[in-house]
């Protein structure tokens, strides 16, 4: 057995997700286990390191085969102090040095990285946006985020807070927003403010197909219902693609990438969602950019947290 593996983890509110790969980037196995969302956080730090000691056993491998360890998480990481100041799914955390207290219960070197940024490296190199220099990736799933890759390489602002196009606002008297503000684009555009839109027309008495639906309505079912010709469900679907669109449009405008990438779980509705912001990035985006931008749906899934990950691993642990 090889003494070059690295592990990734992608740190969820709901799951752990852990993966062990050679230096060439084979994933050897991979586990996946329920996150403790609420609980303190060295029973957080405990269970990621268990995650990876039974990923390891399953690769048929022990802690000294390991060379490294990264790990992305949704929320604000710090890169110039190496602090994950917080986590919208894990309150428990504030201002962690989570790199450090993973490596010493690990006893190998850890990198942290937030999730988007991590999936954005993930599907420049090994996904949707394999072979270009310029890729912008945004994932619309219960908030919206991006991450960017500009020049082969990974773009991280200031302090490594670039990317939040979730809280460009788009309508400036609109929805109160987690972060605070009204009108970021994910309270009008996310996965969770198209469920919210349907639950409002809910209680307006309109007729529509949603209500017979039991249970939660999500956006999956907002997109069933517009497919099947529900009109109320079709205006929520236009209006949050249009906000969305829009959003897509001043980020390639500010941007000029060669591939535009979008992921989450509201890509999965597919050309109910892309052929319109293909039209809307066609019609409102400087028309040189336009013409030269390639919308396309994220290739990787959940593996994409993880292979950026593992990227930037290869590049700090076997770096000659």
Do not use: W
Request: glycine share 12%.
């Amino acid at each position: 057995m090889t003494d070059k593996l690295l592990a990734a983890i992608d740190l969820g509110g709901t799951k752990i997700y852990t993966v062990i790969a050679d230096s060439e980037l084979n994933i050897l196995s991979r586990v996946q286990l329920p996150s403790p969302a609420r609980e303190d956080t060295d029973t957080l730090l405990s269970c990621l390191a268990d995650s990876v000691h039974t990923a390891l056993n399953r690769a048929g491998a022990v802690r000294r085969n390991l060379a490294g360890c990264g790990i992305c998480v949704a929320g604000f990481f710090d890169s110039r102090n190496r602090l994950l100041l917080d986590s919208p799914n894990l309150p428990q955390i504030k201002n962690l040095p989570l790199e450090k207290e993973l490596e010493k219960l690990l006893g190998v070197p850890v990198i942290a990285e937030n999730d988007a940024n991590a999936a954005a490296l993930g599907e420049a190199r090994y996904g949707a946006g394999a072979g270009s220099r310029n890729m912008a990736f945004v994932t619309v799933s219960t908030g919206i985020g991006a991450g960017l890759v500009l020049d082969g390489r990974l773009y991280r602002g200031n302090r490594g807070f670039s990317g939040e196009i979730g809280h460009m606002a788009v309508k400036p008297d609109g929805p109160l927003c987690g972060c605070g503000r009204r009108g970021c684009l994910e309270t009008v555009a996310s996965g969770t403010a198209i469920a919210r839109s349907a639950q409002e027309l809910l209680t307006s008495g309109r007729k529509t197909a949603l209500a017979e639906i039991k249970g939660k309505i999500s956006a999956t079912d907002v997109f069933a219902a517009a497919a099947a010709g529900d009109p109320p469900a079709r205006e929520i679907l236009d209006e949050a693609i249009y906000c969305l669109g829009i959003g897509l449009v001043n980020l390639v405008n500010l941007l000029d990438p060669e591939v535009l990438v979008v992921g989450g779980g509201v890509a999965n509705a597919g050309e109910a969602l892309f052929a319109p912001l293909r039209s809307i990035l066609g019609k409102k985006a400087v028309t040189h950019i336009a013409k030269n931008v390639t919308l396309k749906k994220a290739a990787l899934g959940q593996e994409a947290g993880v292979v950026g990950m593992l990227c930037l691993l290869r590049e700090s642990c076997f770096r000659q």
